[in-house]
C-alpha cells in the first residue's frame, strides 16, 4: 500500500511565521507516522485576493491540484481579530476550483486544524476552520490544536521552544495520518459517525 499524501496548508505573511514553526511540527508528525508530506506556505504561494470574476493563475491551480492529491490536510492559521487571517482564507476561497470534480471540494479528506495565537482565543479561529471543513465536505479530525500566548513557546526566530506543544503538534500530524489510512481502507472513519467534538489538549 502506498503511503497516504498529507499536505500542510498555512502559515501568515509575516517573519517569521509561528504558525508556519507549528505547521511544520504537525507535518514532521504526518511524516513519523508513515505519510508522505507537503508543506503550502501561503506567503511563497503568493495568491491574488479569489474572485470568481476573474481566471485562476498559475498559484491557484497549484494549490487545487495539490489539495486535490492530498489524502489528509492539516490547517495552520495565526488567530487575527478572533479568527483565521485574511490570507489563509484568501487560500481557502480559491479552493473554489474544485467545485467541478468528482467529488468535490474536500470530500472524504480528514483536515486537522490547529492555529497560534498572542493571546488565548485561538479556539475562535478553529471554530472557523471546522465551519470552512464542513462546507468543503471535508472530515474535521476531533483532536484540535490552539497554541495559546505564542510569544511563550516560540523565540523570536520563530522557533517552537516547549517540547511539549512540539508533541502535541505531532501528535494532531500522526492522528491525521491515522484518519487518512482508514479513510482509504474503509471509505470513511469513526470520525464520521458523530459531530467533530473539536476536543483540544492543554
Known sequence: MTRPLVVGMGGSLRTPSTSLTALCVAVEGAADAGAD???LDLKRLGLPLYTSEREAPDSARRLADTVRAADALLWSSPTYHGSVSGAFKNAVDWLALLAGHDPPYLSNKPVGML???G????LQAI???EFIVRSLRGW???LVFAVPRSSRVFDGDGLLTDQAVADQLRGLGAEVTRAALQFRAEGTCDYAQERPAGAVRD
Do not use: F, H, L
Not at 119 to 122: I, K, M
Open 37 to 39: 508530506t507537503q508543506v
Open 115 to 117: 492555529t497560534t495565537a
Open 119 to 122: 493571546g488565548v482565543q485561538g
Open 127 to 129: 471554530n472557523a476552520m
Open 140 to 142: 474535521a479530525v476531533p
